[in-house]
């Protein structure tokens, strides 16, 4: 009899308990919608180019104090593309593929890059049936670009592709995403290696994330000590970066399947200190395969094509972790590297291109990007971007 009375007792503190816990749960998602929202996850396994974005979802992104704290929420529409749904028949249809610099999560939508492309256009067309589409994609290299492009044109049509590139990290991209090699004549062709659920996708999947979103639980962890982690100095990052760009290319040397996240972008060390080495140069050859594929492709299906270069923090401020100064100690570091390799062989094939280094360089650059761990170009940033880029594709629209 004693036994049961506690097995009774045993069942309604449990009871009582989940209801407590659920009833706070509930008060807690009624004060703070926004942190339900970021509880989903965005991506997506895509087989052909590794990872996309979900359709119909709707997140947040919380900037860093010293970038102003501020709370972004974005959404996709049901093509899986950042922004409202496609317009039917457009006046003028453009697409700007790029990685997260052209997602831009950490922008409110009228202040993206694409946007503000479209608000330069407009005026200078003097037409309101533009449409840009943003087709940024958060970790994405020139390589899943080029993929998508070609996916992509016949579906939607474009008249005009933005080929955005991040001269920090999309180097790297080609030789880790495995989904291009170069055949012995040096061109690029696709790999075929197989391709797998990034493990940063299957993180935010699955009961253990459940548990883990729930609002009580990450209230109850921030009463809950950290373990210092020491900072890193300048030089222990370079270190850092030389470590992990011998990885990535051993991998590709090697001829195995991509084992890296599609999420985690690295500043391209060795094409920037090293140029001559023999990474860098494998991954100049790649880059230059693939931009040459897209503007073919383009070519080929009468879309008026722009490659669009974006230099980095490193290589113009002293904004985030390390910077040129860090740099100066390889006797080959040039701050132009990462953008001069690419821009000089747009020019040499007659490709469109806009090279943002000297934009950047002569309008005060740490004004153009964030600050801290975050190494991407900011509201101001893609501002002057979109300006500069719309006078060029008006003299290729001109062209015609």
Known sequence: MVIKRH???????????????????????????????????????????LVSLKPDIEKIFERQAINGGNIITWKTNSQGFRGPELQKNPGLRIMVYGDSNIQARFSDYKDTYPQKLKKYLSKQLKDSGIEVINAGLVGAGPDQSLLRFKRDAKKFKPDVVVFHIFSANDYGDLIKNRLFNLNPEGEVVLSGMPTKVDPEILNREGFKHFISSLLIVKAVKKFIPKEKVPELSADDWVDELLKLNKEYYAVFKNNKPGKFSHFGDYYDLDVATSPGSESSMVKIKLMRGVLLKA??????????????????????TKNILFSYEDLTKFPDYKPVNLTSFIADFCHSRDIPCINLYDVYRLNKPEELYFKGANNHWNDAGQDLAAKASSLYIMKLLEGN
Do not use: C, G
Request: charged share 20%; hydrophobic share 55%; proline share 5%.
């Open 7 to 49: 097995i009774i007792d045993a069942v309604i503190i449990l009871v009582v308990t989940v209801l407590l816990f659920l009833t706070i749960e509930f008060v807690l998602r009624l004060i703070y919608p926004e942190k339900v929202i970021e509880a989903r996850s965005a991506y997506r396994f895509d087989p052909e180019i």
């Open 295 to 316: 503007y073919n492709f383009a070519r080929k299906n009468n879309i008026k094509f722009l490659v669009q270069i974006q230099p980095s923090a490193v290589d113009l």
